[in-house]
């Protein structure tokens, strides 16, 4: 056999020895002679190399390495492949030998599935049937998989599966056995999106709290983001969880004030201070319509002025009257986003739930 074995691109020669004896394959070796380019060959180092079975076909060709390998089909039904280094010598590659069958009669080396990999095709003495054998590197790979929901803690079976494609057949894995281990929690969430309440009526949503994981314990409920002159309260203001869902009503209620806490007025108090504001007026009125009667008897010049200065605080009492009755344009409604929190020593859940808030008509 012909090749270039120690990669000085020039030809090398290569024979598989039988051995002395038949049935002796201990003496079975392998002769390597490296050319000078003219004609003269030399034995490579450590040459002749042993061969651990009865050589009975031999190929050549960058089987395992870029250098010229071999591949010697063995009467026993195996394939060793020997990869050289550059000087030529030649040690066994991982995964040699490679089983065929039970016995060979020949063999042949070529890319059969044009994947860049030199294949084996070997002739099975005794069946007379033609064995190929792909030549398949064997990968692993390994998956990092976070942020994973588990229903429930104990174990859990676990494979993956390859589908295959034109070249590698599709594979599933071995199962692996994942044990979950997962802590008790809680879920809250409101059964009721969203509520409209006018000044002086009052709204309910009902919260809902799930118990995760063998969850056991008390769970205090509270609200924040109200607007002002609104109050929130539950019915009842804790819960105790246990296997089942437990539900609380959250009750919102506007108070019954004429200005609120951020400085404005509170429309639906507004009819409590128009009777003070139009008293105002009348008793102005009335004042001034005294005076002038009584201004009447001084003199001409006196009365003049006096009636001047009268029409002035008249004049003021009727503008009063009217910024008095003036409409008010308040918003019709505003809406706001309300949380509730449920916490249970440093375990702590909220949902969101809107409100509109409606003025007085």
């Known amino acids: 056999m012909v090749g270039d074995f120690n990669g000085d691109g020039k030809l090398d020669l290569v024979t598989a020895n039988q051995g002395s004896g038949s049935g002796n394959p201990g003496s079975a070796n392998l002769t390597i002679l490296l050319g000078d380019g003219s004609g003269n060959f030399s034995a490579a180092a450590g040459s002749p190399f042993a061969l651990s079975g ?8 960058p089987i395992a390495s870029p250098q010229a390998g071999l591949a010697i089909a063995n009467q026993g039904g195996t394939i060793t492949v020997l990869q050289s280094d550059a000087v030529g010598n030649f040690s066994e590659a991982a995964g040699s030998p490679v089983s065929m069958s039970s016995s060979l009669a020949a063999m042949v080396v070529k890319d059969f599935d044009n994947d860049g990999k030199p294949d ?28 994973i929901a588990v229903t429930g803690g104990g174990s859990h ?10 070249i590698y057949p599709a594979s599933t894995s071995d199962a692996v056995t994942l044990t979950a281990t997962t802590a008790p929690d809680f879920t809250i969430a409101s059964a009721t999106a969203s509520q409209t309440i006018a000044p002086g009526q009052t709204g309910n949503y009902t919260i809902s709290l799930t118990a995760q994981n063998g969850f056991t314990g008390a769970v205090a409920l509270s609200c924040s983001g109200l607007p002002s002159g609104y109050t929130c309260g539950f019915t009842p203001p804790s819960l105790t969880l246990s296997a089942a869902i437990a539900t609380s009503v959250m009750t919102v209620s506007s108070t019954s004030i004429a200005w609120t806490g951020d400085g404005k007025i509170n429309p639906a108090r507004l009819s409590s201070i128009q009777p003070f504001r139009r008293s105002m007026v009348w008793l102005l009125s009335s004042m001034t319509l ?3 009667a009584l201004a009447r008897k001084v003199s001409t010049k006196g009365y003049a002025v006096r009636l001047a200065c009268m029409m002035i605080v008249f004049a003021a009492a009727v503008s009063m009257q009217g910024c008095g009755n003036a409409p008010l344009t308040p918003p019709l409604s505003t809406t706001s986003t309300v949380t509730v929190t449920g916490t249970s020593g440093t375990l702590t859940h909220s949902t969101s739930v809107t409100l509109i808030t409606k003025v007085a008509e």
């Open 290 to 292: 005294f005076l002038l």
């Open 120 to 147: 084996f095709a070997a002739l099975d003495a005794v069946s007379d049937s033609l064995i190929l054998k792909l030549n398949r590197t064997a990968s692993s790979s390994t998956i990092v998989a976070t942020n």
């Open 157 to 166: 079976s676990v494979t993956a599966v390859y589908s295959g494609d034109s």
């Open 54 to 61: 009865i050589p009975v076909a031999l190929s050549a060709g």
